[in-house]
């Protein structure tokens, strides 16, 4: 018997109902994400009797899917997010060291008028 991602709810373990945005459990896997899939390709609920054994599967799959999604298990740092490029949360403010120094010269006016 092998382990699969719930086709259904795609490891998520619930559903959102399209009409009413109510969000319940899976039917199809019984809320846990994850399905036994036996040697005839068809998919049977996880017994809650097994959970204990499967546990240490179930978080390895999970893993695997949250990868999946970009988590990497660290969050990034701010000017690291691609939606903060261009913005000022983009700059990281560690690198700016050698931003360059304001020119001290004035704007063209000298008082010493010929
Ligand atoms: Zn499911």
Do not use: F, H, I
């Given at each position: 018997m092998e382990l699969v991602r719930c086709v259904s709810?795609?490891?998520?373990?619930?559903?959102e109902d399209d009409f009413s945005?109510?969000?319940?459990?899976c039917d199809w896997c019984g809320g846990t994400g994850y399905v036994y899939r036996d040697a005839a390709g068809v998919d049977h609920k996880i017994p809650p009797a097994d959970y204990g054994q499967v546990?240490?599967?179930l978080e390895r799959l999970e893993e695997e899917?949250?990868?999946e999604l970009g988590y990497t298990g660290q969050a990034k740092?701010?000017?690291?997010?691609?939606?903060?490029?261009?913005?000022q949360g983009g700059v990281n403010p560690y690198a700016a060291a050698d931003a360059p120094a304001s020119?001290?010269?004035?704007d063209g006016l000298h008082p010493d008028g010929g």
């Open positions: 709810c795609n490891g998520y373990g619930w559903l945005g109510v969000s319940d459990d546990a240490a599967t899917r949250l990868r740092k701010p000017w690291e997010q691609d939606v903060r490029q261009g913005t020119a001290g010269d004035a």
